[in-house]
């Protein structure tokens, strides 16, 4: 192999990686201020982004949620990305943000019928099952 042949290969590499940057880049929202839109997101990611919020646990989410904490993170994981952030503060801070920015209405729309304020109300009830949403967001059970 020659010279040539060996930058041809570095550029071509350089070249490959360039692209998959630019689709990761792509996939992330608009960082430059711009609000997350409520519906780009699945009711579960709702529930966990207004808990993180409120500053609950995984523990306590998933409690409410009858999911298991890994169930959550993977919840939260899925938020992060939609909101372009990587942190479980950022997501709070982002999810603030939205939920700042979201006409109630239009939020409970976008949810799938979760309040604005879903988790405000959960978190002072003595049991998930005392929650007049909680069928909502239950996992579906098959057969």
């Known amino acids: 192999m020659d010279k040539f042949d060996e930058i041809k290969m570095i550029l071509m590499g350089m070249s490959a990686r360039l692209e998959r940057v630019e689709q990761m880049l792509q996939r992330i929202p608009d960082r430059g201020g711009g609000a997350?839109?409520?519906?780009?997101?699945t009711l579960r990611q709702?529930?966990?982004?207004?808990?993180?919020?409120?500053?609950?646990?995984?523990?306590?989410?998933?409690?409410?949620m009858n999911?298991?904490?890994?169930?959550?993170?993977?919840?939260l994981k899925g938020a992060a990305d939609k909101l372009g952030v990587s942190r479980r503060a950022e997501v709070?801070?982002?999810?603030?943000?939205?939920?700042?920015?979201?006409?109630?209405?239009?939020?409970?729309?976008?949810s799938g019928g979760l309040p604005i304020d879903w988790a405000q109300k959960a978190g002072a009830l003595e049991r998930p099952e005392d929650d007049e949403f909680w069928e909502l967001y239950q996992p579906f059970k098959k057969g």
């Open 92 to 110: 709070a801070t982002a999810g603030a943000a939205m939920l700042a920015a979201t006409d109630a209405e239009e939020y409970r729309r976008a």
């Open 36 to 41: 997350v839109e409520p519906s780009v997101f």
């Open 67 to 75: 999911i298991s904490p890994i169930t959550v993170k993977t919840h």
């Open 46 to 64: 709702h529930l966990v982004i207004q808990a993180v919020v409120e500053g609950w646990k995984n523990d306590k989410i998933a409690a409410f």
